[in-house]
């Protein structure tokens, strides 16, 4: 590998673009090519190339593949996973430092300024504002969970109407089974389909028995990584 | 993650290639071993780095720890050639002193100098 090369990549990671290097097996020779369409380097792209290149920094999944110049080694580079969590609660503390030790960049939400503080949360993002501002620039795109905990429907509802219909790849919120009836119905009224009403995990979490805020961290982490991984295996 | 908050993300070995182009920028000379394809349990995934120098120094891993020495080794003659090389790896006898994986998986790994 060329310094040159890996200065790039190195760049490229910081600046969270997605790409992927691509290695020539039988000469190592390199190029990085980027999902917006650009490349550079010495490996000849093809279109199939190209594509099946695409494919890969889309599923997040680096792997061999075979090319016109032989086999070829396309290592995905992708930002970080995101989670947003909404409501800077008890239970919210826990949760974003395990997901930060799993990789996640972590944002918490909460227009509750006493809540969302930096003593909380030290090194979390925090956003102070009511989810239905704060959702669309943080736009939740497939590599994004998003996590509900207030219990308050004026803050959950407008963050999971807000997410109802992004590419999220997880959505769950917090409350018992009667709160999420009642949450399924508003949100029902509100005009959003069982299909996407669907897409939320309440009670949220795996049946774990949890009971301490950290054990219920735990509980949510684990099906938020089993979600991700079902699509994984599903895109597979 | 800020340093402050108490926890690193570990998940993805991205200070490994860091750290290869620190010790190249410092004169070392430098190999990257890659694990390229897995089959069965083996126990890093695909992407993961092992960073060498010619004083044999390494960050990183591409097994959990069961052929290191064995790449660590292999990726002396890469620095001393230039020529990029693969490795592969497979179900070892726990018996025999040979080097392989003990969890029965398989492992490729491309090892390539930094230049």
């Known amino acids: 590998m ?56 889309r599923d997040d999944r680096s792997g061999t593949v075979a090319g016109a110049g032989g086999d070829m080694f396309v290592e995905v580079f992708n930002p970080p996973l995101r989670l947003l969590i909404v409501g800077a609660v008890h239970i919210a503390q826990p949760l974003a430092r395990m997901a930060s030790v799993a990789g996640y960049d972590v944002t918490v939400i909460d227009p509750r300024g006493s809540f969302a503080t930096d003593d909380r949360f030290p090194g979390v993002t925090l956003v102070n504002e009511w989810p239905d501002e704060a959702m669309p620039p943080l736009d939740p795109d497939r590599r994004t969970a998003v996590v509900t905990l207030t219990h308050d429907p004026k803050i959950d509802d407008p963050a999971l109407a807000a997410v109802l219909r992004s590419d999220a790849f997880y959505i769950g919120a917090l409350g018992s089974r009667k709160t999420h009836a009642a949450r399924v119905e508003r949100l029902t009224e509100s005009g959003f389909g069982a299909d996407e009403i669907g897409r939320i995990h309440g009670p949220v979490g795996l049946s774990l028995g949890a009971v301490s805020p ?23 | 993650m800020a340093a402050d908050a108490g926890v690193t993300a570990i998940s993805k070995d991205d200070d490994v290639l860091n750290e290869a182009r620190v010790w190249r920028e410092d004169g070392r000379d430098v190999a990257i071993a890659t694990v390229i394809r897995t089959w069965g349990s083996s126990p890093r995934p ?13 960050v990183g891993s591409v097994s959990g720890g069961c052929i290191e020495g064995a790449v660590i080794h292999e990726a002396q003659e890469v620095i001393a050639t230039g020529k990029p090389k693969i490795l592969e790896y497979g179900v070892t006898n726990e018996l025999a002193w040979e080097v392989g994986l003990a969890c029965g998986g398989q492992v490729h790994v491309y090892v390539e100098k930094l230049d």
């Open chain 1, 2 to 57: 060329k310094q040159q090369i890996l200065k790039r990549v190195l760049a490229d990671r910081e600046a969270k673009r997605q790409f992927a290097l691509v290695t020539r097996l039988e000469t190592g020779e390199q190029s990085i090519l980027y999902l917006d369409g650009a490349d550079e380097g010495e490996v000849e792209i093809d279109s199939a190339l190209r594509s099946t290149v695409e494919d890969a920094i």
């Open chain 1, 214 to 236: 950290a054990e219920i961290a735990v509980s949510i982490l684990a099906q938020v990584t089993r979600t991700l991984h079902d699509k994984e295996r599903v895109a597979a």
């Open chain 2, 46 to 58: 695909v992407g993961s780095h092992l960073a060498i120098d010619s004083g044999q120094n390494f």
